[in-house]
């Protein structure tokens, strides 16, 4: 995101008096996540302590101060999940992407993250990948569920 953009919305938060967290969904969306010099900007537009900006950031689990995939795959870590073996399957995808859960891949195209639960726990072990639902996964699904995101 440029300067002249960042201003716009800055100018917008001041006109409409929205939310800062609004402020900063805005950022993470055209960003994909939340860079230090633009968080940097709005705090010495807004006055406000870049503490307040990075408590913000760190408190809602949609923001992310790091760069993000092309892809996020989430994985249900959740006991109806567990239960029915979502340890395995997150193994299996991390083993799959070489990375841990909270990184990103070093070509940027998957971050792999994990959650307590989707809200769908009769679909378990269950996995979203840019939204999209995967249940009733086994961990020998997984290389043809990273496949059809390549
Ligand atoms: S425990 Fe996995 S969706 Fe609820």
């Given at each position: 995101m440029d300067v002249a953009t960042l201003d716009r919305l800055i100018e917008q938060f001041d006109k409409e008096h929205g939310g800062i967290v609004a402020l900063l969904q805005d950022v993470q969306a055209a960003e994909g996540y939340l860079p230090r010099p633009a968080l940097e900007r709005i705090a010495q537009d807004l006055e406000l302590p870049l503490s307040q900006l990075y408590g913000l950031a760190t408190f809602y689990r949609a923001f992310s101060l790091r760069p993000k995939g092309k892809h996020t795959v989430t994985c249900c870590m959740g006991t109806a999940c567990h239960v029915r073996g979502g340890q395995q399957v997150v193994d299996r995808i991390a083993r799959e992407l070489g990375v841990e859960p909270g990184e990103t891949t070093p070509d940027m195209q998957f971050t792999l993250e994990t959650v307590n639960?989707?809200?769908?726990?009769?679909?378990?072990p269950l996995v979203v990948v840019d939204g999209e639902y995967h249940g009733r996964l086994s961990s020998a699904k997984v290389s043809r569920l990273i496949d059809r995101y390549r």
């Open positions: 639960c989707l809200g769908a726990c009769a679909l378990g």
